[in-house]
């Protein structure tokens, strides 16, 4: 209905309660909204979208006449009096005509657009790398047997619309994009479906919580894009199922036929389609309840079916859930649910006034900003930001970044820095160290994927390509989505290094079938398939084993000490001292530094120093052993220091930390393993 009270006093027409009278105009109401000009005027007529059935509504040429522009639409000219409905296609064009023309909601727009720099800053300044995680888990691949695949699990409609936008998440920006898109999407499609409940200015307020909440949880691992898009296609059907006429047939058949297909399409926002149809019925009055009753209980019957048929292969408990495979992820729909619900308690229909609006979304803004800046997994960002740092050479940001974090996968990286560029030695006890595992991350049944997701970057470095190659194949079928671009680049790394030339082939075919991974793929074929010697490759090739060993996956001392005898490999001989040094055991270490260190009368590391010395105050070493060994004076003198305050203060550690903070005897004093 046009609101034409604002010209029509001036044309002569009266407006009553938003019935327009024309008198004596030739025009004739019919229910009190639609008009159809004389039998004798011939117009153009747009086509208007309303909420169940799109009727063709004239403009009068009088418009023009009282100051207004008439709509010009396509070429349509309706026969006198003519009412009817148009068919699907004259519905879209007249959908977007409409909607091109519309009369701008200038507060819904800007708040659609409030929601989507939230998703780009949140998305781009504050969790970039955790985004970026999530395609290198995904890796999307154009081939038809891995598009198949979707469709033996329920959601795969959904699924496989997420996982390809996924893949757009590999370039921070553009990932930040394609977020914002999404939370602007969800926010939209969660006002619609609030506008059935409440007002629509009530409703577009509202509806920055869902899209807030979908963007809090997309920092969580486990989450992918498919989760959102799932539930967003039942929230469209859901509008579709609102604009259906009151034929309780009509509406049983739609409920049960939504529930089943979104189903299969969506997974468990089917229950989220079903839900809506009940609350959204309970509020139009017609006759709910056996339609509740009967469409809740189709939707579970269609889930447990097709699972007990091993149609899908999912426990009941996955089947209703999937694909939300853990907790902490589902918040969006439930509170679009638990709005929705709300709409049924007294005065909750009632229109909000501005200033109630503006609160409720700058409430909704400020508890998302506390929760984005203090209860975000930065733990995980962290992590994710050292090994990227890592992974392009920066070395000096790797340990800048490692001395503030204290976590195990965080200090392989600041080691595998340390190593490389030959100051492990030097600068072991600056940096967070807990024991041996933060040299080399755990690789074992009790372990978690996400420690043994990272652990094949260690072993890479030392050149023990065997674990190496072990680490990166659980990492991967441990991995959330069972796939990883970056480990599947690591493996074709290792084959080209060992000469397992068909299996480096193998591993970059499936990165060629990848988006923005071609390069990568066309760069190791090249190396695969290189007549002449490249240095990278022969450098890694001097560095691994050249002979057979029989050797346990842990403790990792028989590979170290293979490794440690290529003169060649200092970074293996680095390892095998740290470990020794790590787990606390001097004689070890003593005897490794003797047989394997290269000798040639230069003066130990520090920290290499300061173990020499605990061993030789045990053995009360002569005064020829400690000048064979040619430590540092200084070195001594700190002995001597940290040994006397040790005694005068019984073991004071805070005072100890005073003066001897990076010391490896604090280390071997007072650490201790659990």
């Keep these: 209905m046009y609101p034409l009270s604002d010209f029509f006093s001036g044309a002569g027409y009266t407006c009553i309660r938003s019935q327009i009278f024309f008198s004596g105009a030739g025009y004739t109401n019919i229910r009190s909204q639609i008009f159809f000009p004389a039998p004798d005027t011939r117009i153009s007529a747009p086509r208007i979208f309303f909420r169940r059935r799109i009727h063709v509504y004239p403009l009068p040429e009088f418009f023009s006449e009282a100051g207004?522009?008439?709509?010009?639409?396509?070429?349509?000219?309706?026969?006198?009096?003519e009412t009817r409905a148009v068919r699907f296609g004259g519905r879209l064009r007249a959908f977007l005509f409409i909607f091109a023309r519309m009369k701008i909601n200038k507060p819904h727009i800007i708040t659609a657009i409030v929601a989507a720099s939230f998703g780009f800053i949140y998305c781009g300044f504050l969790m970039p790398f955790g985004m970026m995680f999530k395609e290198?888990?995904?890796?999307?691949?154009?081939?038809?047997?891995?598009?198949?695949?979707?469709?033996?699990?329920?959601?795969?409609?959904?699924?496989?619309?997420?996982?390809?936008?996924t893949q757009f998440l590999f370039d921070?920006?553009?990932?930040?994009?394609?977020?914002?898109?999404?939370?602007?999407?969800?926010?939209?499609?969660?006002?619609?479906?609030?506008?059935?409940?409440?007002?629509?200015?009530?409703?577009?307020?509202?509806?920055?919580?869902?899209?807030?909440?979908?963007?809090?949880?997309?920092?969580?691992?486990?989450?992918?894009?498919?989760?959102?898009a799932g539930w967003m296609m039942a929230a469209a059907v859901f509008c579709g199922y609102s604009m259906i006429r009151n034929s309780r047939d009509g509406l049983l058949a739609a409920q049960v036929l939504g529930s089943a297909a979104l189903y299969v399409a969506a997974g468990s926002a089917a229950f989220v389609f079903a839900l809506l149809v009940v609350a959204y019925d309970a509020r139009k009055g017609r006759g709910y309840l056996v339609r509740a009753v009967g469409g809740l209980s189709w939707a579970a019957l269609v889930c447990y079916k097709l699972n007990d048929w091993e149609w899908y292969l999912l426990t009941l408990p996955q089947a209703f859930a999937y694909p939300y495979t853990?907790?902490?992820?589902?918040?969006?729909?439930?509170?679009?649910?638990?709005?929705?619900?709300?709409?049924?308690?007294?005065?909750?229909?009632?229109?909000?006034?501005?200033a109630v609006r503006a609160a409720v979304s700058g409430l909704v803004a400020m508890a998302f900003g506390l929760i984005a800046f203090k209860f975000a997994p930065y733990k995980v960002e962290d992590v994710l930001r050292i090994r990227d740092l890592a992974d392009k050479g920066r070395w000096d940001a790797v340990q800048q970044e490692g001395r503030r974090m204290q976590d195990p996968v965080a200090a392989s990286y600041v080691n595998i820095a340390l190593s490389a560029q030959g100051t492990m030695g030097e600068r072991l006890m600056e940096f967070y160290q807990p024991a041996s595992s933060?040299?080399?991350?755990?690789?074992?049944?009790?372990?978690?994927?996400?420690?043994?997701?990272?652990?094949?970057?260690?072993?890479?470095?030392?050149?023990?390509?065997?674990?190496?190659?072990?680490?990166?194949?659980l990492g991967m079928i441990f991995s959330p989505r069972e796939r990883s671009a970056r480990l599947l680049k690591r493996l074709a790394q290792i084959s080209i290094i060992t000469g397992d030339i068909p299996a480096a082939m193998k591993f970059i075919g499936m990165l060629d079938c990848t988006l923005f991974h071609r390069s990568e793929a066309r760069r190791l074929r090249e190396q695969a398939l290189a007549v002449n010697g490249q240095p990278e490759i022969d450098k890694a090739r001097r560095r691994i084993h050249h002979e057979d060993i029989i050797r346990n996956s842990w403790p990792p001392v028989e590979s170290l000490e293979s490794l440690a005898r290529n003169p060649e490999n200092r970074e293996a001989r680095d390892y095998l001292l740290?470990?020794?040094?790590?787990?606390k055991n001097i004689p070890a270490f003593f005897n490794s530094y003797t047989l394997y260190y290269i000798r040639t009368g230069e003066q130990p590391p520090r920290v290499w120093a300061e173990a020499l010395l605990i061993y030789l105050a045990a053995t009360r070493a002569t005064a020829e052993q400690v000048r064979e060994l040619n430590i540092a004076p200084e070195t001594m003198r700190a002995f001597a220091n940290y040994t006397r305050t040790h005694e005068q203060s019984a073991g004071n550690l805070h005072l100890l930390q005073q003066q001897f903070s990076a010391s490896y005897w604090i280390y071997y004093h007072f650490a201790t393993f659990k």
């Design 68 to 81: 207004y522009t008439c709509i010009q639409p396509p070429d349509f000219v309706p026969e006198p009096g």
């Design 136 to 165: 290198e888990l995904t890796m999307f691949t154009y081939d038809s047997d891995y598009i198949f695949a979707y469709f033996s699990l329920p959601g795969s409609l959904s699924c496989l619309a997420g996982d390809f936008c």
């Design 172 to 228: 921070r920006w553009l990932g930040a994009g394609v977020m914002a898109l999404f939370v602007s999407a969800i926010y939209v499609l969660s006002a619609c479906v609030l506008r059935r409940f409440f007002s629509a200015k009530t409703a577009d307020a509202l509806a920055l919580l869902p899209a807030c909440l979908e963007l809090l949880s997309a920092g969580n691992v486990w989450w992918s894009l498919a989760m959102p």
């Design 326 to 354: 853990a907790q902490g992820q589902a918040w969006a729909p439930i509170a679009l649910l638990a709005l929705a619900a709300m709409s049924h308690l007294p005065g909750a229909r009632a229109e909000w006034s501005r």
């Design 438 to 473: 933060g040299l080399f991350l755990e690789v074992s049944p009790s372990a978690g994927w996400w420690t043994i997701y990272f652990a094949s970057d260690a072993y890479f470095h030392v050149g023990d390509m065997i674990m190496a190659q072990h680490a990166a194949m």
């Design 578 to 583: 740290a470990y020794h040094l790590l787990n």
